[in-house]
């Protein structure tokens, strides 16, 4: 059973950074992409980031771009989300999710297997 567990949420000041990590189990990690989404209260849940099962290859959105990277350790089955310059506006729940297939993807729909979420939460 495909499982994903992420860590490193919490409360940060406007300007911090956090570092969030995606521990998978039950598939062969380094044959898919995988994408990390947020979900404010209220709204649908969006795209953030995403990289491909080598790493090669990495999308943002616009929101992120130039202060959040992706990365991955595929001896680790593990995905990592590094968070720089938060604003307010980053404040949400964090969600890792494992591709569909082995490129990056931007839609919900990409992705078949999803973690619990991660509360992160940026005071201004």
């Known amino acids: 059973q495909v499982q994903l567990v992420e860590s490193g949420g919490g409360l940060v000041q406007a300007g911090g950074s956090l570092r969030l990590s995606c521990a998978v189990s039950g598939h062969t990690f380094s044959s898919y992409a995988m994408g990390w989404f947020r979900q404010a209260p209220g709204k649908e849940r969006e795209f953030v980031a995403a990289i491909s099962r080598s790493g090669s290859r990495t999308d943002y959105a616009d929101s992120v771009l130039g202060r959040f990277t992706i990365s991955r350790d595929n001896a680790k089955n593990t995905v990592y989300l590094q968070m720089n310059s938060l604003k307010p506006a980053d404040t949400g729940v964090y969600y890792c999710?494992?591709?569909?297939?082995?490129?990056?993807?931007?839609?919900?729909?990409?992705?078949?297997?999803w973690g619990q979420g991660t509360q992160v939460t940026v005071s201004s």
């Open positions: 999710a494992k591709n569909r297939r082995p490129w990056v993807g931007t839609l919900v729909t990409d992705y078949d297997y």
